[in-house]
């Protein structure tokens, strides 16, 4: 399960915040784990943006049991997470919020509540997956980087990488000239 939080403001970047949790700066929050079981122990922000958003995540049969509720009930969970990781009310967490999105891989008929792994005997899957179809289809995505499965970093290198190919395919073709602007 993921869930993504919009706020009205960064308010964990405030002098305010700080001040009320013992002079503890979160302005260059990236990452951090709940230390008191939650529902969602994983959060990450859009650190160095300063944006009002902070992304919740949870895994294995916490995420089961989540999937079967509605959308109001998992953003739920993920506030009340919140609100117990910064030590404030679910009330004022509540009230800060604009908008959730959540990602529920269990429902998604793609993800089907995985990211991508490699099986038992399937170490050369990603290479193979990653090869292109006569020239002309490319694939990017975690799945086709090895080595990376299940990262963002992975979905980035092999789009960078599916990106010269077909780069290199066009100006071979000499159909377009690439040139940096």
């Not at 302005?27 to 922000?45: C, D, G, K, N, Y």
């Not at 509540?94 to 399937?122: C, E, F, I, K, Q």
């Not at 990376?148 to 290199?168: E, F, H, L, M, P």
């Amino acid at each position: 399960q993921r869930v993504a939080l919009w706020f009205d403001e960064p308010f964990w970047m405030s002098a305010r915040f700080s001040t009320s949790h013992g002079g503890q700066s979160l302005h260059q929050l990236q990452l951090f784990q709940a230390l008191s079981p939650v529902p969602f122990p994983t959060w990450w922000s859009a650190y160095p943006v300063e944006a009002p958003l902070l992304v919740a995540w949870t895994g294995g049969p916490t995420a089961w049991r989540l999937s079967e509720g509605s959308r109001e009930s998992i953003v739920d969970a993920a506030t009340a997470s919140l609100a117990t990781v910064f030590g404030m009310t679910r009330t004022s967490i509540r009230r800060r919020v604009r908008d959730a999105v959540l990602h529920n891989w269990m429902t998604d008929p793609y993800a089907r509540g995985a990211y991508s792994y490699v099986a038992v005997g399937g170490s050369g899957a990603s290479a193979l997956l990653a090869r292109p179809v006569q020239r002309t289809l490319f694939f990017a995505g975690e799945h086709v980087s090895a080595g990376r499965n299940g990262t963002v970093d992975g979905a980035i290198a092999s789009g960078s990488r599916a990106a010269d190919q077909v780069i290199r395919r066009l100006s071979r073709r000499s159909l377009f000239i690439l040139r940096p602007r």
